[in-house]
């Protein structure tokens, strides 16, 4: 069974820079914003797209990866949230 908290990457050369929030975790995110502000500060850098929420890390702001928001999503949510990670040239952007 999957869970209902999702984060999609796409791996290509080993490297991953994007991820896709699924709705429900973007929901999750929002909810938890008051109470922590390392939500607050990745909810600003989510653009909201019709299917959640796309996450890119920015260069300029190197703390921010996808694997410190895997991190900290595990770290709120345990079972409730998982990491999918698609690799190769096609699948989710």
């Not at 908290?5 to 709705?23: D, E, I, Y």
Request: a negative charge.
């Amino acid at each position: 069974m999957a869970a209902k908290l999702q984060m999609v990457t796409h791996r290509v050369f080993g490297l991953s820079n994007k991820a896709r929030l699924n709705p429900a975790l973007l929901d999750a995110l929002r909810a938890s914003m008051p109470a922590c502000e390392f939500c607050r500060d990745i909810e600003k850098e989510v653009d909201p797209v019709a299917d959640g929420g796309e996450y890119v890390e920015a260069p300029s702001f190197p703390g921010k990866t996808v694997q410190k928001l895997d991190a900290h999503f595990k770290f709120h949510w345990k079972g409730d949230y998982e990491l999918v990670e698609l690799t190769g040239t096609t699948g989710a952007r």
